[in-house]
Nanobody, 124 residues
């Protein structure tokens, strides 16, 4: 069982940066694939980024490539999402997710564990 808690959201202006953190409980965190998703009002939850257990493999949604970076520190049981050059369309609740697998994944149903979300609002 893994419990996930996100932090780091807030209100920023277009072009600013934010770093989201996701703290995980559980001794098996280091073997989990982790992902970040986001959900804007009235829209479905969508994939943002994913990272394998070692951090050696990552995958990103096209609209965030080159702006967002996912990383993890297994010693701290934490996964991060560094978001640069933020745009108003990045406004959403951002969720951290985990799956007990070695395979990267980009679909909501593939993840077993979810955090409560953190709000990111980007003003123009």
């Amino acid at each position: 069982q893994v419990h996930l808690v996100e932090s780091g959201g807030g209100l920023v202006q277009a072009g600013d940066s934010l770093r989201l953190s996701c703290a995980a409980s559980g001794r098996t965190f280091s073997r989990y694939v982790m992902g970040w998703f986001r959900q804007a009002p009235g829209l479905e939850r969508e994939f943002v980024a994913t990272i394998n257990w070692s951090g050696g493999r990552t995958n990103y949604e096209d609209s965030v490539k080159g702006r967002f970076t996912i990383s993890r520190d297994n010693a701290k049981n934490t996964v991060y999402l560094q978001m640069n050059s933020l745009k108003p369309e990045d406004t959403a609740v951002y969720y951290c997710a985990g799956r007990d697998s070695s395979l990267l994944a980009k679909w909501v149903h593939e993840y077993e564990y979810w955090g409560q979300g953190t709000q990111v609002t980007v003003s123009s």
